[in-house]
Nanobody
């Protein structure tokens, strides 16, 4: 059974930083592009960032560009989201997702999802 497990969420003040981690048992991990999505209270889930299978390409939502950074460590079957300069509007549940042999920002293309980790940014 494919599992993705996120961690690293929590409560942080505006301007602060958090690093989210996602570990997965997908095999081989290098066959999956990885993405982060988020869902704020009362809103639809939205794309945040994605990283290609090789890790050589990344893509970000305009709302997080320059503040967030996605990375992957294939040796650890893990993907990360470094979040800096956090704003109250970043408050959401953040989901990690795996996309087999495809790289994009359409959540419908992603094959596997984690259970989410909550991030709360106070003003």
């Amino acid at each position: 059974q494919i599992q993705l497990v996120e961690s690293g969420g929590g409560l942080v003040q505006a301007g602060g930083s958090l690093r989210l981690s996602c570990v997965t048992n997908t095999r081989p991990f290098s066959s999956y592009a990885m993405g982060w999505f988020r869902q704020a209270p009362g809103k639809k889930r939205e794309f945040v960032a994605a990283i290609s299978l090789s890790g050589s390409s990344t893509y970000y939502a305009d709302s997080v560009k320059g503040r967030f950074a996605i990375s992957r460590d294939d040796a650890k079957n893990s993907v990360y989201l470094q979040m800096n300069s956090l704003k109250p509007e970043d408050t959401a549940v953040y989901y990690c997702a795996a996309d087999y042999l495809h790289y994009g920002l359409d959540e419908a293309q992603y094959d596997y999802w984690g259970q989410g980790t909550r991030v709360t940014v106070s003003s």
